[in-house]
């Protein structure tokens, strides 16, 4: 009870060191978000439409790496920008930035893999009309990313979800530097082994918040949707 007095304490007074921490953290998940929206969109909607030898191959890999385990990627973020590394000479290991390319990572592929199959079902049900329209194939890309934008905008959501929860890699490529790159996640796991509950469970309890809010506006977008069709 103490505890979570404590941590309640800390979120209602807006503790600096809190509030630091949960700033960074949305900071990072955002542009990370942001990063793999760039890639997965059009990577999704491209192989939706498109036809090549070794398609179903790669739709195969990126479904398989929606599940990329966290501790994996974060290790080969950093053999790639420590100094031994190929990327080592730009000094981006423990930094946010590391941070960011580590979460875009893992997102990537959610986003890729959700958006093929929102335009491919897409694309099966305007596919004559199109035909017959003569829609140039970027045309059609286009217009069905922007027809499935609500569905594509919870897909990002979902990719927000998956970075902001995410510990093991941002660990590992930022190095939970106090003040610097320490993130609501990997703050909990220090401050649990640190014994200091309140500020622990006061950054459990804005991350679930975050969540909520995020599903929440998941949910509410798809009956704005329903609504609107209906």
């Given amino acids: 009870m103490l505890e979570g007095a404590g941590a309640w304490q800390l979120v209602m007074t807006g503790d600096p060191a809190l509030y630091a921490i949960v700033g960074l953290s949305l900071k990072v998940s955002l542009s990370a978000v942001a990063l793999a929206a760039l890639v997965g969109l ?13 398609r179903g191959v790669l739709i195969v890999i990126i479904n398989a790496f929606m599940g990329l385990p ?15 590394g190929p990327l ?36 099966l049900e305007y596919r004559d009309e199109l035909n017959a329209m003569g829609v140039t194939p970027l045309a059609r890309l286009a217009t069905l990313l922007y027809d499935a934008r609500v569905a594509l905008v919870t897909t990002l959501l979902a990719g927000f ?18 003040g610097f790159t320490r993130t609501m996640t990997t703050a909990i796991a220090l ?12 950054l459990g309890l804005v991350l679930l918040a975050i969540v909520l809010a995020i599903n929440a506006s998941a949910w509410g977008l798809r009956a704005l949707a329903q609504t609107r069709i209906g």
Avoid: C, H
């Fill in 70 to 84: 966290p501790v994996v990627v974060g290790l080969a973020v950093f053999l790639l920008l420590s100094r031994s």
């Fill in 191 to 202: 401050e649990t082994s640190k014994g200091d509950l309140p500020l622990a469970m006061g």
């Fill in 42 to 54: 059009p990577l999704g909607g491209l192989l939706a439409l498109a036809r090549f030898p070794g």
């Fill in 88 to 123: 080592g000479g730009y000094g981006l290991l423990f930094t946010p930035t590391a941070m960011v390319i580590a979460q875009a990572i893992l997102i990537t592929p959610i986003i890729a893999a959700l958006t093929r199959q929102t335009v491919e079902d897409l694309w």
């Fill in 161 to 178: 979800g998956r970075a902001a929860a995410e510990v093991g890699a941002v660990m590992i490529v930022g190095g939970n530097i106090n």
